[in-house]
């Protein structure tokens, strides 16, 4: 019976979440991997000030204040000391958004439906929106077996290629239209 409890108890205190801040006051901070995104940018979303001690809770708030400007893939928050470090990794910024495969939409016709554009940050959901929303307006086209297939490339200086491959399928075409029962429509036809 003692062994049992104390086995509980050891369990307890090992599911406990380890906190990752130190405790004290912050002196000062450290914002490491940020590139285009200016450090104070970054001090200014996470709303812990100088002289504060963060709990636990103030860390999870200052992370999903950065996750939510959308400039971060990932965000790291620590106490090393008295120092803050705050550790990012920047979403890439498209360069650009090509259409591979399509003849019977433009790349004209089919950028004027995009909602995310060049020089915009990357934010690989909203490439799953413009996905359906190709297939959307290959189907009013009359393509409705059309796939599109997203493909991101990485290049140099934090940077992205989208390329949509598309494959139109065959258009859908009425061919013949029969009226049946209806005597009076048929013989004005």
């Excluded at 995310?116 to 959901?125: G, T």
Aim: overall charge positive; proline content about 4%; cysteine-free.
């Amino acid at each position: 019976m003692y062994l049992t409890k104390r086995l509980i108890h050891i369990f307890l205190l090992l599911s406990v979440p380890v906190l990752s801040v130190a405790s004290g006051p912050i002196t000062a901070f450290r914002v490491e991997g940020n590139q285009r995104i200016e450090t104070d940018t970054v001090l200014e979303s996470i709303h812990i000030k100088k002289g504060q001690a963060p709990s636990e809770v103030d860390v999870d708030r200052a992370l999903k204040s950065l996750f939510a400007t959308g400039h971060f893939s990932d965000v790291v928050v620590e106490q090393i000391g008295s120092i803050l470090v705050i550790r990012v990794v920047e979403n890439p910024s498209i360069n650009r958004i090509v259409f591979e495969g399509n003849k019977a939409l433009s790349d004209k016709i089919l950028n004027t439906e995009m909602r995310i554009k060049p020089r915009a940050l990357l934010d690989k959901s909203k490439v799953q929106l413009e996905v359906q929303r190709v297939l959307a307006f290959y189907r009013q086209k009359g393509h409705f077996n059309a796939q599109v297939t997203p493909k991101i490339i990485q290049r140099p200086q934090n940077r992205v290629d989208i390329i949509f491959e598309i494959d139109e399928g065959v258009a859908a075409k009425v061919r013949k239209i029969n009226f049946v029962g209806n005597k009076n429509l048929a013989t004005i036809l």
